[in-house]
């Protein structure tokens, strides 16, 4: 081929369409409801498997849940590039399976280790649906019903972290924690078999080179850093082994762009970046979720140590900013679909940031009225920005990286969960609220205490308590910064790919 061969054009547009698709949707809404599921009904069974394998909670139990994340987070970006060169239908497909195969193990697990190793298969599983999650629903709706479909989703999303820990706790209570695994079978198989008749790559994909340098040094860079985000509060910050996470995760992201830039078909392509509104996006996707996240990782320690609510209770009041989430994430879908998601994406992080600050006026005798507004203020901010912000970051991508864009959004989203979990525990932690919640949990154990420590631990657990919460609420003030300045969003446009590179249709 020489240089005079002309460029091959693909017009992003020129798609053949689904007659319905929200058929293909409801699909990936199975998928991203059971990860989602999965993800948060764990957590309410950690004791009950602990008791299983005579294991304490702590060490080697968190594995049950880090492995997973660390896995998910060291292979998102891997399989959205993979997804762009060979179609969504296939990793989507294993995805599916692998976590489908993972759920049966863990469920038959007779052995911690082995547990573990089924988590990380979840988690490979989990990773693979997630990254092409977003890109399947870009591929099938047309750009005017885009956000709309990606509010559905991020209701699906709502859905299945908040009715997790009740169908957990119901599950272990009444049956074993083995079928907080087993019920994903069924589900994953149905989802399997829709997914083989009704999914189709609707793009001819490029034949590239896997890029195996870029992928190692992108998994050693999220890995380590996942890791010791999940464990510094248990290792200590200047631990060798934190050191030695965040040692290797800064020399990876420093290797990165030699690397990249020697790739034929690299990773992520710089040109993705230097979009303003796509980098705006990522941006903004990663400090809404650091600034959101933490609410309902630190919200449980209120209820359950400071307030001595029940289980049932705490887990009902924490519906509430789910629920609005829920209601609100389609409706603003449909308004960026005509508006646009700057002013949206915006103005929801300024919602979410006053929810935030009602949050940490919360104190000891606060009514459930004064605890279910302030939630569901922060969860209507959430659900007004995360669906405009997405759409506005899958929108602008080209046809062939929209695997890409979506694993680069969901690496983003993962990486400003861990952040907030580990700001938000740090300060508690370092303000003393940690410590004074084990008093108050161990003064209520034996239903005596002392008046004047008993203040004292309500005191240095609320000042831990709202100084989280405010740092919170002033990360997600800088997030309206950084979704105000994308500038406007412009409607997909022609693409022109190398003439070197030659499409090859998929077949249905």
């Known amino acids: 081929m020489n240089d005079r061969t002309p460029s091959i054009v693909i017009k992003t547009g020129a ?16 998928g991203t409801f059971m990860i989602m599921l999965d993800a948060s009904i764990v957590n309410i069974s950690l004791p009950s498997i602990a008791q299983t394998f005579h294991s304490p909670v702590g060490g080697a139990m968190e594995w049950v849940i880090i492995a997973y994340l660390v896995i998910v987070s060291a292979t998102l970006l891997t399989f959205g590039r993979l997804s762009d060169m060979v179609g969504r239908k296939p990793i989507w497909l294993a995805g599916i399976a692998l976590f489908t195969i993972g759920s049966g193990i863990c469920g038959a697990a007779n052995s911690l280790p082995l547990l573990i190793a089924a988590r990380a298969l979840q988690g490979l599983g989990g990773a693979l649906l997630f990254a092409t999650s977003l ?12 956000g709309l479909a990606m509010g559905c989703n991020v209701v699906v999303i709502g859905l299945g972290s908040s009715v997790g820990p009740i169908v957990g706790g119901l599950i272990t209570e009444h049956w074993s924690w083995c079928w907080i695994f087993y019920v994903n079978i069924p589900v994953g198989i149905i989802g399997f078999v829709g997914a083989q008749k009704v999914l189709r790559d609707t793009f001819g994909t490029i034949r590239q080179q896997f890029d195996l ?27 060798w082994r934190s050191l030695l996470c965040f040692g290797v995760s800064l020399a990876a992201l420093l290797a990165l762009p030699t690397v990249e830039r020697r790739a034929a078909d690299p990773i992520i392509h710089v040109r993705l970046l230097r979009n303003s509104v796509f980098t705006s996006s990522l941006i903004t996707m990663t400090v809404g979720m650091l600034a959101l996240f933490a609410v309902g990782f630190i919200l449980p320690f209120y209820f ?29 879908g449909s308004l960026a679909d005509r508006f646009g998601s700057r002013w949206l994406a915006s103005g929801g992080l300024a919602v979410a940031c006053l929810g935030l600050c009602a949050v ?25 920005f995360m669906t405009p912000n997405a759409r506005a970051l899958m929108n602008s991508a080209p046809a062939s990286e929209q695997g890409d864009s979506s694993g680069l959004l969901g690496t983003g989203r993962v990486l400003g969960q861990s952040l907030s979990v580990a700001l938000a525990g740090a300060i508690f932690t370092g303000l003393g609220g940690a410590a004074a919640g084990r008093t108050l949990l161990a003064a209520n154990a034996v239903h005596s205490g002392v008046a004047d420590e008993t203040t004292a631990a309500q005191t240095n657990f609320l000042t831990g308590f709202h100084a989280a919460l405010l740092a919170c609420a002033g990360v997600a003030a800088t997030g309206i910064f950084t979704a105000f300045i994308r500038g406007p969003e412009n409607k997909p446009a022609m693409r022109t790919i190398s003439p070197t590179r030659v499409t090859k249709p998929i077949p249905g």
């Open 360 to 384: 940490a006026r919360l104190d000891a005798h606060s009514s459930d009225w004064a605890i279910i507004w302030p939630l569901l203020l922060t969860g209507a901010g959430q659900g007004m």
């Open 304 to 332: 359950e140590e400071l307030r001595v609510f029940s289980a049932a209770k705490s887990g009902l009041l924490l519906t509430a900013m789910p629920l609005s989430l829920a209601v609100m994430a389609p409706l603003s």
């Open 213 to 239: 340098p870029g992928a190692v040094l992108f998994a050693a860079v999220f890995a380590p850093l996942t890791l010791v985000l999940s464990f510094a509060s248990e290792w200590g910050w200047s631990s």
């Open 15 to 30: 798609r053949q369409e689904p007659d319905n698709p929200w058929i293909p949707f409801a699909l990936v809404a199975v």
């Open 135 to 146: 890109a399947i629903i870009t591929d099938t709706f047309p750009i005017e019903k885009r």
